[in-house]
């Protein structure tokens, strides 16, 4: 996890997470810029606090105010309207078939638009547009082909700035472990399940690889709707309650690389910064999406580089003199089809040369950003689509699972409650992509399963 945001102090988010972790989770602030972006040679900061936003885009945009701050207004708007959006999937089905409609309404008046005509009728010019929409990494689409809900709901979650677990993303698990544990739950690590059980009609339980069978009166599956309905739940189940037909409706999103990088010196030593880099190659995201698809040769369509070591006040502590770097590109998954259905660690030397042409362009992307990482690089790895298929069973290697088009926002089979008995689902896909998505994902399904309103 690179960072997060919505967590300033009595926040929905951050009492969620104080909850789950029984307040051990503690959170560093990023600073006042959590986001720098660089669109060729035009570069933009990102300072927390909606008005500190528009007086830096003013500055920076001066002959544009209406046109940002309608923009300002839309992001509102749609914060607003995804609450009831929202709440409608946890409801009673009656109270959905009455009022369903009308609580979904005020986003759908929104989602159904892509990002980019609701900033061309804002009046946008193309480089204010292409800066405005620098964070369409965070869910993986393009502003020609994202809803502009999704990218409203993002720009909304961070527009109070970025934060970073203390003591590093693992800490997220390590201090909700203890909680489950405390109420009679266990975890289970490398316990791959292979099917839901279905008996009667209902889902009783889960089949795990070697066999055994887990049963409970309920089964909760956050592993995405597609693995879930397509891969899990037994064909004929799926296809008597309509998923097969109900997953053409939606594609899954963008699949991508990851280098990991180690340094000889700390991040105070090295000057690495706190907030996040987003490098573009020009103001036209779509075209530089399109030409990477087309092109693997092609400019990386955008690098993020993210330094873990100098957000975690604890990080030199616990590893002095050393620092780390994360850099994330989109990576089509055509780039890496061929290779599909190759084991881990025995892809072949074509792979590997691949990934090894890959991990050279982004260390050049560095090393043009902060000169000064240079020479002090000991540890470089690259994870692919494939690694993400091989370690998160996604099928496509998709970083957010489902798509956020317009279209998957009208999808209202994409809630807790599923269509069979016993079966709920959680995660990113219920509500929207991230840390912050699959946790409203969770309170959402513990609402309907206890049926009680704990969005309060």
Known sequence: MHYIGGLKPGSFLQRQFAAISDGSLEWADMGDVYDEVRVGPEAFRFPKGRRALRAALV????????????YLAAIASVQKASRLYFAEKAVPHLVAALAG???????????DRTTKSVLDDLGASPLLQAVLTTQYGDYGMPPKQSSFAIHAMVVNHYIHGGYYPVGGSGRIAESIAPVIEAAGGRLLVAAEVTAIVVEGG?????????????RAPVIISDTGAENTFRTLLPREVAARHGYDALLRGVRPSPSHISLYVGLDQSAEALGLPRHNFWIYPHEDHDRAMAEAEANPEAPLPLVYASFPSAKDPTFAERHAGRATIELVTVAPWGWFSQWDGTRWKQRGAAYDAFKARLTNRLLGELARLLPQTSGHIVHAELSTPLSTKHFAAWAHGEIYGLDHTPARFRQRWLKPQTQVPGLYLTGQDVVTCGVAGALLGGVLCASVILRKNLLR
């Open 202 to 214: 209902k889902a009783v339980g889960v089949r795990m690889k070697d066999g055994q069978e887990l």
């Open 59 to 70: 500055e920076r945009f001066p002959g544009e105010a209406a046109a940002i701050d309608g």
């Open 101 to 111: 409609g009308l609580m979904r309404r005020g986003l759908l008046r929104w989602s």
